[in-house]
C-alpha cells in the first residue's frame, strides 16, 4: 500500500513537473498570438560569453524597438545532444507560427533539411554565425564570414611577425572543438591569410597539430606546454575563441617563461585577454563585432516582413584590436553585456 | 503398480567428504515417497544427482526402467523429472504465463522470436484450472502471494507434463489452508500417475500425505518404510540413530545471577512475536526451533542489527536501549553469527585486523600492538594460519570460527551469542568449539547458543528454549531435554505431548 | 600490512613464476616502460622543462586520485569530484578577488568542498543510494549550479599571493608548490589509511560492510565522513587548479572524478572496495599522466592523444582483471 501511494506521489510530481514547463512554453507562444506582435525566434548556439551575450542583448533591444515579440531559445554549453535540441527549436517555431527565426546552425548539413521545412512552411529564415549548406532555403545570412575573419588575423599575425624580423618557425594551434565547422574555416583562413603575406617565407614555417580542448584550460595548457617544450623554435600561437583556449595558451605560455618571445594571436575579445596583457601573453586579436549582428539580424527579419529588398549576405567585419588597446576597446564592448543567462 | 524410479547404490563423494554411500530410491507411479532425513543427511545430493546436475560417482538410475545412469539436466527434463523447489525462481516482473513457460515459449515465428501469446494464454490457462488457481496468465508474479508463486513452480512441473515431481519442503513458508489446497493438488497428481517425492523435516505431513518413506542418514541408506505401518518413533530413530553423548565435553560452570532478561520482545516484520526469557551468568542456554521460527531474528534484534518494534532488554538488572551493534557492544553483548563468511568476517583483510575490528581504541594505530593482540589468540585458540596477516578467507572454516570468536573475547563482552556455531565445520573444530564454549561460562560468561542440530543442544546447553513460527512454545532444562520433546514444540508449540520429530 | 591483497601469496604456498610476477607488478612494469620508451622517442622527455611541466599537470588530478582512491577502498564512488572542484576553486577565485585574505579563502573552498562531500555522503547512507548514480546526479547540479553563479564566465583579477599558491618554484627548477601539496597529501593520506582506526575502518566498510556493522562500526557515519574528507581534497585539487589557471573556471576539471577514478583502479583499487591503497593509485595517476605528457611531447594529434589515453585505461583494467584472477 505504501509503495502504491509513494508510486502515485511521484507520478503526480512527475506530472506536475511536465505541466508546469509545457505550462511556461505554453505561456510563451500564447503571449505571441495573444498580442498583435509578430513572433520572432532567435536560437544562437549559446548565450554566454562574450561573443553571444552582446548579440542577445542587441536582439532583444532591437526586436523591442521595432515591436517584435522576440522568442529565444538556446541550451546551456555542455547539452549532450544539442544538434537535436536546436532542430526541435526550428520546429516549435514553425508549429508555432512564428514569422521569422534566425538561427546559429552547428553543421551545415545537418540543419539544412529543417531549414527547408520552415521555408516551405513559409517562415522566413535569416542563419548567422554559420550558414547552412543550400543557402537558397534561408532568406539571408548575417555575420562574420569565419574564413575572411581567419583570414584577417592570419595576415596580421604575419605582418606583425614581419615586423618584428621572424622569417621562420613553428606555429601551434588551440580551439574548443576541431570537429565544428567555424573552426575549420577560421583554421583555413588563419592559414591562407598568414601565407599570402609572408609569400615565399611562409615555406620556413610549420604548423604543429591543432590542440582541441573542449573548452577545458587546463586541457590546452597542458598540450600547448608539451608542443612549447619541444619545439623550442614555436613563435606563434593562435587560439581560435572561447575561454578555456585563450587562457590555456596565455598561462602556457606565462608557465613556460615564453611572455614576449611566443606571439599569440586570438580570435574574439573576453575581458580574459586583460589578464595577459600586461604580462605580453596575448598580442592581438580580431574581434567579431557581435552587437552589431544581433541588431543586423533584427533589421533583416524586419526588411523581409515588410517585403522589401534585402541583400543575401550580411557581412559583419571582423576588428583587429593589438594589445595595449585590448582594454579601451573592452571598455565600450562590455557595455553591451547582458547579465541574464539561461 | 508401476516403478517409475528406481536408483540404486547412489555413491557421491565432495573432496574430504562421502556426501551419499549406497542409497536406495524406489519410487512407484502414482505415489506419494517421502525422503527423510537430518540436516546434511545427503537428501539434497540426492535430489541434484536424479536432476543431473552432480554426476553420481557410482550406481544406477532407472527411470521407467530405461537406464538413465548418464543423467544431465536436459536429459532430467526430457523424461519427465520436475523441480518444485523451496526457494522460488522466479523472474518476479514477468506476469504468471511467462513464468511457466520460460524458455518454452511458443512462438508464431520462431526465427524473429515472436511470441504467439494468445497459445501461451490457452495453456497456462489449462494448467492454472488443473491446479484450482484463480490467478489469470497475465498477472505480474511479484504481486502474487507466496502461496501462489509456489502453485507457479507446480505449474511449471506441470507444463513440462513431468513424471517425477520432486517437493522439497514446499510448506515452509505457506499458512494451513495453503498447505490444505497444496495437499489437494498433490494428490490429483498422484491420481493423474505421477511419481511423487516428498522432502520435509514434519513428519505430520509425512504420515498425511505419503504411502512410502525412505530414511537418510548421514549420506546413508537407512531404509524404506511403509508410512502406514511404522509409528513416528521409528522413523525417528532412523533419522537421528547414534549415541551423541561423547561428542560433547560439557563442563559445568558455577550458575549465577541473571545477567540478561527480555521482555515481550517483537520485530517489525511479525517474525518475532512477544519473546521473553533470561540467561544468567555460567549459563549455557539453547535455542531450538526450525529454520525461521524466528530465533535468529531475536538475537540480531538483541545485537542491535535489527530494528526492535517492542519489547524491553535489561542488562546485569538494568534496562538499557539498543539501537545499534555499538549499542550492545557497550553492553558486554556479542554477536557470531550464522553466516560468517557475509556477516562476520571480511575475508579479504587479514586475522590481525579482523580480530581488532571491534575494538580499535586509538584514532592512531600501533600496529604492533594489534598484531601482538592477535598473536595472543592465535595460540590461545590455536588459530591454524601462517601469521596473522594472511587474509582470513584463506582459513578453513573452523579457523575462520575461531577468528570471529577471538575478535569478540577482544571485547570486554560478557554475553556471548552463537548462531549456529558449527555449521559448516569438521568435527574436531567444533569439539574445540565446545570446549571455548565452556572455558567461557567457566570464566562466569554466558553463552546463548542458536543450533538447528539437536545433539549439540542436548549435549551443550544447560537450558533449551524452543522455538515456533515466532513464539516462544517451551524451556526445558537439560536433564529433562530429549529431541522428542524439543520437536514437539518446535513442530507443533507443544499441543500435543506424544514426541514428533524434525 | 599496507595491503592485504599483497598478503596472499604468504600464507598459500608460494609461488614465483613470471607471469605471477609480471601480474602483481604490472602497474609499475608499464610505468617503467612508458618512461624508457618515451625518453627513447624523444630526448626532450626527460628534460628538466618537461618534468617541471609534469610535477606541475599532476597534482591537481593527483589530489581528486588520492580522494577517489579512499572512496573506493570504502566501496562507493563519486563523480562529481570534477565539479566540486570546480565549485570550490572558482568560489576561491571569487573571495581572493574580493581582497579576503589567504587562510580565509583556502579555508572557504575546503569547507565548501566538505559542504558537498556531506551531501553526497548523506543522501547515500540516508536513502541507501547506489553512489555512481547519486553523484552523477550531484555532478550535474553542482557544476550547474556554479555555471549559474558565474553565468558561465571567467572569473578575473587574481590577486598574485593566489597565482604563487601553485606557480612558486620550490628549489629546484622542477618542483612547484602545487607538486608540494600533492606530496604531502599523498604521504598524509598514506599515513590515515594505513596507521589511523579512520582508514581501517575504511578497508573494513569497504571488504563487507555488514561484518563491519556487526563488529559496532557506524558505517553511516563514517561513510559521510569519507566524502566529506574526499571532497575537501577535491576543493583543494580546485584550487591548486584555478591558481595555476590564473582564473576562475567554472567549466574546468570536468570528467575529473572519473579520469581519478580509472587512475585508482589502474594502481590496484576495485570497484567492489576493500582493496587498494594510495601509493598505487599515484603510480597509476603517474601512469596516465606520463603517458598524455609523452604524446603532446610526440606532438601527436589530439583525437589520437584522447584515443590513446582510453585505450591504455582499457588495457591497464584488463590486466587487473589478470592480475585478480590469476
Not at chain 3, 628538466?48 to 586520485?65: E, H, L, S, W, Y
Not at chain 3, 575504511?202 to 566524502?227: D, F, W
Not at chain 3, 589557471?245 to 567549466?251: C, K, Q
Not at chain 3, 589530439?302 to 585478480?324: E, L, N
Request: net charge neutral; charged share 20%.
Amino acid at each position: 500500500m505504501k509503495k502504491k501511494i509513494l508510486v502515485l506521489l511521484l507520478i503526480g510530481i512527475m506530472m506536475g513537473v511536465l505541466t508546469g514547463c509545457s505550462g511556461s512554453d505554453s505561456k510563451s507562444t500564447s503571449n505571441a498570438s495573444g498580442s498583435d506582435k509578430k513572433t520572432l525566434y532567435f536560437i544562437p548556439i549559446v548565450d554566454t560569453g562574450a561573443y553571444w551575450s552582446p548579440m542577445k542583448k542587441a536582439a532583444e533591444e532591437r526586436a523591442k524597438e521595432l515591436g517584435y515579440n522576440l522568442v529565444f531559445k538556446t541550451s546551456p554549453p555542455s547539452e549532450s545532444q544539442k544538434n537535436e535540441k536546436h532542430i526541435g527549436f526550428l520546429q516549435e517555431a514553425i508549429t508555432s507560427n512564428a514569422v521569422g527565426i534566425a538561427i546559429a546552425p552547428m553543421d551545415p548539413d545537418m540543419f539544412d533539411r529543417k531549414v527547408k521545412e520552415a521555408k516551405d512552411a513559409g517562415v522566413s529564415i535569416v542563419t548567422f554565425d554559420a550558414d547552412v549548406k543550400t543557402k537558397d532555403n534561408r532568406a539571408a545570412y548575417v555575420g562574420t564570414d569565419n574564413k575572411l575573419a581567419g583570414e584577417e588575423l592570419g595576415k596580421k599575425a604575419a605582418e606583425y611577425l614581419k615586423g618584428k624580423g621572424i622569417k621562420n618557425g613553428k606555429i601551434a594551434l588551440a580551439a574548443v572543438n576541431l570537429t565544428q565547422t567555424t573552426m575549420t574555416y577560421r583554421q583555413d583562413g588563419i592559414r591562407k591569410g598568414f601565407e599570402g603575406v609572408m609569400g615565399a617565407d611562409a615555406q620556413s614555417f610549420s604548423w604543429l597539430e591543432p590542440i582541441q580542448d573542449n573548452d577545458q584550460a587546463s586541457e590546452s595548457k597542458r598540450q600547448l606546454e608539451g608542443q612549447i617544450t619541444s619545439n623550442p623554435d614555436l613563435i606563434a600561437v593562435f587560439s581560435l575563441g572561447s575561454e578555456g583556449p585563450d587562457t590555456g595558451v596565455m598561462e602556457a605560455i606565462k608557465s613556460q617563461g615564453k611572455a614576449g618571445k611566443i606571439y599569440h594571436f586570438g580570435f574574439d575579445y573576453t575581458p580574459t585577454w586583460e589578464n595577459g596583457i600586461k604580462e605580453g601573453l596575448i598580442t592581438g586579436i580580431v574581434d567579431q563585432d557581435s552587437y552589431a549582428i544581433g541588431k543586423t539580424i533584427i533589421d533583416v527579419m524586419d526588411k523581409i516582413i515588410k517585403k522589401e529588398k534585402i541583400q543575401d549576405n550580411y557581412p559583419v567585419a571582423v576588428k583587429w584590436v593589438e594589445a595595449n588597446q585590448i582594454v579601451e576597446y573592452g571598455k565600450d564592448k562590455q557595455k553591451q553585456f547582458t547579465n541574464e543567462t539561461k | 503398480m508401476q516403478k517409475r524410479l528406481r536408483m540404486a547404490g547412489i555413491e557421491k563423494r565432495f573432496p574430504g567428504v562421502y556426501a551419499l554411500r549406497g542409497v536406495n530410491l524406489e519410487v512407484n507411479a502414482g505415489e506419494v515417497h517421502g525422503l527423510l532425513g537430518e540436516n546434511g543427511a545427503g537428501k539434497s545430493t540426492l535430489m541434484k544427482i536424479l536432476g543431473g546436475i552432480y554426476p553420481q560417482d557410482k550406481g544406477e538410475i532407472f527411470i521407467n526402467d530405461v537406464d538413465c545412469t548418464v543423467m544431465t539436466p536436459e536429459r532430467a527434463q526430457a523424461l519427465g523429472v520436475g523441480f518444485v523447489h523451496q526457494e522460488l525462481n522466479l523472474a518476479e516482473a514477468l506476469n504468471v504465463a511467462e513464468n511457466i513457460f520460460m524458455g518454452r515459449m511458443p512462438y508464431k515465428n520462431k526465427l524473429l522470436g515472436i511470441i504467439d501469446y494468445q497459445e501461451l494464454y490457452r495453456s497456462t490457462q489449462a494448467i492454472l484450472k488443473k491446479l484450482g488457481s484463480k490467478v489469470k496468465p497475465t498477472d505480474i508474479v511479484g504481486t502474487l502471494p507466496t502461496a501462489q508463486k509456489q502453485l507457479l513452480e507446480i505449474g511449471r512441473a506441470i507444463s513440462l507434463d513431468a513424471k517425477i515431481v520432486i517437493f522439497d519442503e514446499p510448506t515452509t513458508s505457506l499458512g494451513n489452508d495453503d498447505v490444505a489446497a497444496l495437499f489437494k493438488i498433490i494428490n490429483t497428481l498422484k491420481q493423474d500417475g505421477v511419481a511423487i517425492i516428498y522432502i520435509s523435516h514434519r513428519l505430520k505431513e509425512i504420515f498425511e500425505i505419503c504411502d512410502h518413506a525412505t530414511v537418510l542418514r548421514d549420506g546413508q541408506y537407512i531404509g524404506t518404510v511403509d508410512v502406514k505401518s511404522v509409528s513416528q518413533n521409528t522413523l525417528i530413530t532412523m533419522m537421528v540413530g547414534r549415541d551423541i553423548t561423547e561428542l560433547f565435553p560439557k563442563e559445568y560452570g558455577n550458575i549465577g545471577e541473571i545477567i540478561l532478561e527480555i521482555q515481550e520482545l517483537s520485530d517489525y516484520a511479525g517474525r518475532v512475536k512477544s519473546v521473553s526469557f533470561y540467561a544468567k551468568r555460567g549459563e549455557i542456554v539453547g535455542f531450538a526451533g526450525l529454520v525461521g521460527s524466528g530465533r535468529t531474528e531475536i538475537v540480531r534484534m538483541l545485537f542491535g542489527a535489527d530494528p526492535i518494534s517492542q519489547g524491553t532488554i535489561k542488562v546485569r538488572g538494568e534496562k538499557v536501549t539498543i539501537n545499534t551493534p555499538k549499542d550492545a557492544i557497550n553492553q558486554g553483548i556479542c554477536l557470531l553469527t550464522e553466516d560468517r563468511k557475509g556477516q562476520g568476517l571480511s575475508l579479504i583483510m587479514s586475522v590481525a585486523e579482523n580480530i581488532n575490528m571491534p575494538n580499535m581504541q586509538d584514532a592512531i594505530l600501533k600496529h604492533s600492538k594489534l598484531k601482538a593482540i592477535a598473536e595472543k589468540f592465535r595460540v590461545s585458540l590455536r588459530i591454524k594460519t601462517a601469521s596473522v596477516d594472511t587474509a582470513v578467507g584463506n582459513l578453513s572454516g573452523g579457523n575462520q570460527q575461531k577468528v570471529v570468536l577471538a575478535k569478540w573475547l577482544n571485547t570486554a563482552s560478557e554475553v556471548f551469542i552463537f548462531d549456529e556455531p558449527t555449521k559448516g565445520i569438521d568435527v574436531g573444530a567444533k569439539a574445540e568449539i565446545y570446549q571455548i564454549m565452556n572455558q567461557l561460562v567457566k570464566e562466569n560468561k554466558t553463552v546463548i547458543m542458536i543450533s538447528s542440530e539437536l545433539p549439540e543442544l542436548l549435549g551443550m546447553a544447560d537450558r533449551i528454549y524452543v522455538m515456533c513460527e515466532g513464539r516462544l512454545t517451551g524451556e526445558i532444562l537439560k536433564q529433562d531435554a530429549t529431541q522428542g520433546k524439543i520437536m514437539a514444540f518446535a513442530t507443533v508449540g507443544g499441543h500435543h505431548v506424544e514426541p514428533k520429530a524434525q | 600490512m599496507l595491503n592485504p591483497k599483497l598478503n596472499d601469496g604468504s600464507s598459500i604456498a608460494r609461488k614465483i613464476d613470471s607471469k605471477d610476477l609480471f601480474l602483481k607488478y604490472s602497474v609499475y612494469i608499464v610505468l617503467v616502460v612508458l618512461i624508457i620508451a618515451f625518453s627513447l622517442i624523444s630526448p626532450l622527455f626527460l628534460s628538466q622543462a618537461n618534468i617541471g611541466n609534469f610535477f606541475r599537470q599532476v597534482p591537481t588530478v593527483g589530489i581528486a586520485t588520492v580522494g577517489i582512491t579512499m572512496l573506493l577502498v570504502t566501496g562507493r564512488v563519486d563523480l562529481s569530484a570534477g565539479s566540486i572542484a570546480a565549485f570550490a576553486g572558482t568560489a576561491a577565485v571569487f573571495l581572493a578577488v574580493k581582497g579576503f585574505s589567504p587562510p580565509v579563502v583556502i579555508l572557504a573552498a575546503i569547507v565548501i568542498g566538505m559542504f558537498w562531500g556531506f551531501i553526497n555522503g548523506f543522501f547515500i547512507v540516508r536513502f541507501k543510494l547506489d553512489s555512481f548514480i547519486l553523484t552523477l546526479g550531484t555532478d550535474y547540479m553542482i557544476r550547474g549550479i556554479i555555471l549559474f553563479i558565474t553565468n558561465g564566465i571567467y572569473v578575473k583579477g587574481v590577486p598574485d599571493w593566489f597565482y604563487l599558491l601553485s606557480n612558486t618554484k620550490v628549489g629546484v627548477n622542477f618542483i612547484f608548490t602545487n607538486t608540494l601539496v600533492f606530496a604531502a597529501v599523498v604521504i598524509a593520506l598514506t599515513y590515515v589509511m594505513n596507521h589511523t582506526r579512520f582508514g581501517r575502518y575504511c578497508y573494513a566498510v569497504g571488504s563487507n560492510q555488514e561484518a563491519a556493522r556487526l563488529s559496532g562500526i557506524n558505517i553511516q557515519k563514517h561513510i559521510i565522513k569519507v566524502y566529506m574528507l574526499e571532497g575537501s581534497l577535491a576543493a583543494l585539487a580546485g584550487v591548486l587548479l584555478m591558481s595555476n589557471l590564473n582564473v576562475g573556471a567554472p567549466s574546468e576539471a570536468a570528467g575529473v572524478g572519473l579520469f581519478a577514478m580509472a587512475a585508482a583502479i589502474i594502481g590496484g583499487a576495485a570497484f567492489s572496495g576493500g582493496v587498494g591503497n594510495i601509493p598505487g593509485a599515484v603510480v597509476g595517476i603517474f601512469t596516465l599522466e606520463i603517458f598524455r605528457n609523452g604524446l603532446a611531447i610526440l606532438g601527436l594529434n589530439s583525437f589520437i592523444q584522447q584515443a590513446v589515453t582510453g585505450g591504455i585505461i582499457v588495457i591497464a583494467v584488463v590486466v587487473d582483471y589478470y592480475r585478480r584472477n590469476r
